[in-house]
């Protein structure tokens, strides 16, 4: 089924126009908020013509785009579709879906790993159970991140202002009967995630299906799920607990994938008399 302070970057080595530019998209992409003219001109040290013409480059061409009040400026469409396209088609994949494929062989559902896209969670991959009744997202399919487990799992690493700020962002639209539509509520679950390192999906989303999910490791706030899921029928809550050892251990197999340990020198050999 298809689912639908500022602190400024490293700069790029090299002074050229192009340099500039992309320097100026690390130092809005380094913050969680909107950007105003004079904020940019004190957190990059170039001129306010010169900051503003560079402004007008970007958001031209869709990198960027300028805010209903004029003043400030966020991420553009297509500078988003970039990051999501690195995402989904980066050198790691394959390994990150051999470690999905061994988890599915497992447990014996289907699993995925996702990442915070805006406010939504993108599916980056998936693997499918063989079992015939199965509900079926592909990678690139959207969640919103309130009623599933990784979104919430996503949204309890989060500073309280930060995710209420992406909370009263859209209307918490009411999927199911079982779907979080209070702040106060959603507040007291992410506060139960961070405590116990996990989250459920209780037909949240959709009608019949059941999901848990943990985050993969990160030396900071991690960017990555990843999940099983499978049809309430057979897959009670007791059943999808007992998952998360296994789940935890996929994820600790994805964040050795990101982070791959330094290679261990060999001793030098003892020279002979």
């Known amino acids: 089924m298809k689912v639908m302070a500022l602190t400024p970057p490293p700069e790029p080595a090299g002074d050229t126009p192009a340099l500039r530019l992309i320097a100026l998209l690390e130092t809005i992409a380094s913050r969680d908020q909107l950007h105003s003219l004079q904020g940019l001109v004190e957190a ?9 013409r ?34 989904l088609n980066s050198s790691l994949h394959g390994a990150r879906h051999l470690v999905l494929r061994r988890l599915v062989e497992e447990l014996g559902e289907s699993c995925n790993i996702t990442t915070l896209a805006g406010g939504e969670v993108m599916y980056l991959d998936r ?72 989250a459920v999906d209780d037909e949240e989303f959709l009608p019949g299906l059941r999901c848990v999910a943990v985050a ?10 990843v999940a099983v899921q499978a049809p309430v029928m057979r897959f009670p809550i007791d059943k999808a ?18 982070h ?13 008399a």
């Open 44 to 52: 990059t040290g170039l001129p306010k013509p010169t900051l503003h």
């Open 54 to 87: 560079m402004l007008q480059q970007l958001e031209s061409a869709g990198l960027l785009q300028r805010e209903g009040d004029g003043r400030h400026y966020g991420t553009g469409v297509r500078l988003r579709q970039l990051a999501e396209n690195l995402l």
């Open 127 to 198: 693997v499918e159970t063989a079992a015939p009744l199965r509900f079926y997202l592909h990678p690139g399919s959207r969640v919103p991140a309130h009623c599933s487990a990784s979104g919430k799992l996503f949204l309890a690493q989060m500073t309280p202002s930060q995710r209420q700020r992406l909370l009263q962002a859209a209307p918490l639209q009411a999927y199911t009967p079982h779907t979080l539509t209070e702040l106060a509520a959603l507040e007291a679950e992410c506060k139960r995630i961070k405590r116990e390192g996990h």
């Open 216 to 225: 993969v490791p990160a030396p900071g706030r991690s960017t990555l799920c």
């Open 241 to 258: 607990l007992a998952m998360l050892p296994a789940l935890r251990r996929a994820a600790q197999a994805l964040h050795d994938i990101e």
């Open 260 to 272: 791959p340990a330094a290679p261990v020198k060999a001793a030098p050999r003892a020279r002979r």
